[in-house]
């Protein structure tokens, strides 16, 4: 059995790649556009950024000479700072358990967090 249009999950995850086109939207997302509100509400909102990003860009000053340059230099420069930091933090033994703990706890939390958002899902589907 064909589906007569897309869910509104699928719209908000391939509109980003269709707002900025020209040419036409295929088949399911147009009828989809038609009969939802808050979808065809979330593509003018994604033309309007789109137009106000495009007005900036022809509008905007030239990126100074050596920006891209510098910035990458500063990224580096951050990442080496960041990986001396988590050295000096997992010297000692008990340091490292102490991180491999906190890490535990965060993958725990996570795990608990995305059950509870399945759930929540489900019940509000029922």
Do not use: K, N
């Not at 980003?16 to 909102?45: K, M, N, S, W």
């Not at 890490?103 to 967090?113: L, P, R, W």
């Amino acid at each position: 059995m064909a589906r007569a249009s897309m869910r509104c999950d699928e719209v908000v995850a391939v509109l980003p790649a269709f707002a900025g086109e020209e040419a036409p939207y295929p088949h399911d997302l147009e009828v989809h556009l038609q009969t939802c509100r808050g979808c065809a509400d979330e593509e003018i909102r994604y033309r309007e950024l789109l137009g106000i990003v495009r007005g900036l860009r022809d509008a905007g000053e030239p990126a100074p000479p050596g920006l891209a340059l510098r910035v990458s230099r500063r990224a580096a420069r951050l990442d080496v700072a960041w990986r001396g930091y988590a050295r000096r933090l997992t010297r000692t033994p008990r340091s490292r358990y102490a991180a491999a703990g906190i890490g535990g706890a965060v993958v725990g939390a996570t795990a608990i967090a995305l059950i509870l958002r399945r759930g929540a899902r489900r019940a509000a589907t029922s």
